[in-house]
């Protein structure tokens, strides 16, 4: 429909060059450009009396856009949604984890579904295994001068106030652990609008020989990234799933060879796992190549690891080859365990030592929720309490301070009704706690110091688990459990 016959609206003219069809939905005239005289832009061309005689047809690779029928073919060589050819850094999932079906049951119920005895069965299991482990983190909530004067704003509302509470904390983790520093590379997981690693550049200064690789696996607006000029901090944002993600292969890590510090704010559910496999055992391993150039020259100057170890610390240095790690450290908050899945979870062996397994992950995870979901009403009454999960892993937003859990009438489970309010949030707590406890356990075996706390306080963000870890060659960090 051409704009002339359609409903009145506030601006009488499209913008000079500028498409003349008005788009209802969003009460303005289209802004794309049109061709020297046209008065309509390709998308919008059917709507010229000059245009009828052509088809436009929905594209097959993504139907949010119409084509010319007649060139289609043309258009499927550029259309953005083609497939593009994978990058070399690109390994079919290669952080998935072993991928073993028989051990989940073809159908799972809804925990709405089970009898008061299974539930009860599962909630006994869960304080089983709790059995000896702190329920209560340390509280680690910091700050950093970087975000001093963004802090301060006046013009700040209470949600951008709370994002920049949990980045100082976190940037004030980062620097108690000692990571914030020269020479590494930053690799930001889940990295949205890429904030974090913004505050982590900001911080740096001046430092030299800094490196951000920014992994998120959908479109983002809104980036910050791309704002940073600086001489000695370098930003990569690649689009791509964590599952599929090795390190090794980027050629700016490969050539540089830089440490590398994995971090991620509200790194979503199973995010998390991919993430931690991605660093400690795809990339991690490729540091034990590079340590062997070291060790031959110590061969070479004929002096023994115990001969170095006995060298005097000062005026020795320059003689004493520095042992390199290819993971200097992760500061990851944590966010979501009700998106977790037993494929790719890091800790499956410490939930088979505790007589556990899919099935029990499966209820555990999804009553994690009940820690941060709430229990409100709806309008059917007071024992139809209701959510709903958020199933959008990454948007706009950015964050999943409520745990992902939206109050709905069209909503997915019905809690048990013989649990008390206080009762299902300690549970949820308890299941997040042991889902967490595999992931340490997880790093332990790897070779880290791992360590949990709270970076912030729960009025802030219900999700404030901060989740740190440091190779075993380096001192362990002071929040160790």
């Not at 079906?101 to 069965?121: A, D, G, N, R, Y």
Request: with cysteine; charged share 30%; net charge positive.
């Amino acid at each position: 429909m051409a704009a002339s016959a359609q409903t009145p609206h506030t601006t009488d003219f499209p913008a000079e060059g500028r498409c003349s069809y008005y788009v209802e939905k969003k009460k303005r005239f289209c802004r794309m450009v049109v061709a020297v005289g046209k008065r309509f832009c390709g998308e919008h061309a059917g709507a010229a009396e000059e245009e009828n005689a052509r088809k436009r047809i929905l594209c097959p690779l993504d139907p949010k856009h119409t084509v010319y029928e007649d060139q289609l073919a043309k258009h499927l060589k550029k259309c953005n949604s083609r497939e593009k050819p994978k990058p070399d850094f690109f390994i079919q999932d290669i952080n998935a984890g072993l991928n073993d079906e028989t051990e989940i049951p073809e159908q799972l119920v809804p925990i709405s579904s089970l009898s008061e005895e299974q539930l009860e069965k599962l909630i006994k299991k869960l304080q089983k295994a709790s059995e000896g482990l702190n329920a209560t983190l340390k509280d680690q909530i910091m700050s950093h001068p970087a975000l001093h004067d963004a802090l301060n704003d006046p013009k700040n509302g209470d949600s951008a106030t709370k994002h920049l509470k949990q980045q100082a904390s976190i940037l004030g983790n980062i620097e108690k652990l000692k990571l914030l520093g020269p020479r590494r590379c930053f690799v930001e997981f889940g990295a949205g609008k890429g904030k974090l690693s913004h505050w982590v550049d900001i911080a740096l200064k001046d430092a030299e020989k800094v490196h951000f690789i920014l992994v998120e696996k959908v479109t983002t607006r809104f980036k910050v990234d791309g704002k940073h000029r600086k001489k000695n901090s370098v930003f990569e944002r690649l689009q791509i799933d964590i599952q599929h993600l090795c390190l090794n292969k980027i050629p700016l890590l490969s050539k540089e060879k830089l440490p590398v510090v994995g971090i991620g704010k509200h790194l979503c559910g199973v995010a998390t796992d991919l993430a931690l496999r991605c660093l400690v055992e795809t990339y991690a391993s490729s540091g034990e190549e590079r340590n062997e150039e070291p060790l031959a020259k110590r061969r070479k100057n004929d002096k023994t690891d115990k001969e170095i170890n006995t060298l005097p610390k000062e005026g020795n240095e320059k003689n004493v080859p520095e042992k390199w790690t290819p993971v200097a450290g992760i500061v990851i908050a944590l966010c979501c365990h009700h998106r977790c899945d037993w494929r790719h979870y890091v800790g499956k062996e410490y939930f088979r030592a505790l007589g556990l397994g899919a099935v029990e992950f499966h209820y555990f995870q999804r009553m994690s929720s009940w820690a941060t979901c709430g229990m409100r009403k709806t309008s059917l009454g007071a024992s139809d309490i209701t959510t709903k999960r958020k199933d959008k892993q990454s948007d706009d937003s950015e964050e999943h301070d409520d745990g992902g859990c939206r109050i709905t009438d069209d909503s997915t489970e019905s809690l048990p009704g013989f649990l008390t309010v206080e009762e299902k949030e300690k549970i949820g707590h308890l299941c997040k706690l042991l889902i967490d406890q595999g992931r340490v356990d997880y790093l332990q075996q790897k070779g880290f110091t791992p360590a949990l706390q709270y970076y912030t306080d729960p009025l802030v963000s219900l999700e404030n688990v901060l989740l740190t870890a440091l190779p075993n060659l380096s001192s362990p960090p002071e929040t160790t459990a």
